[in-house]
């Protein structure tokens, strides 16, 4: 089985999304605008939270890979890098989850 990074993900993303519709799924849902992307991020997230509950790990791993996949085409359409959310993710690294939650919450 072929390993395939996030950062692998996006650079698949990205170059898919330089082609025609005709072949690219990618392609497909990004000229049905950013609403249309989001929406589908929504949808998988359910089902993955729902799999999570009810289904096997098989049937988790696929809606994760999912999700995964329109999370970075979202990111894509919004002209956000996966460099930019990791950033994010380091900036927040030095306090705790519960620490980071009531600093959003106050600010």
Known sequence: MERLTLHDL???VNDRALASADVSYTR????RGVAHCAKKLGEEAVEAAIAAVDE???RMIAEAADVLYHLLVVLHARGVT????EAELGARAPR???EEKAARKSG
């Open 10 to 12: 996006e650079k698949r």
């Open 28 to 31: 497909k849902l990004l000229d």
């Open 56 to 58: 096997n790990k098989d």
């Open 82 to 85: 996966l460099d930019e959310a």
């Open 96 to 98: 705790s989850g519960l």
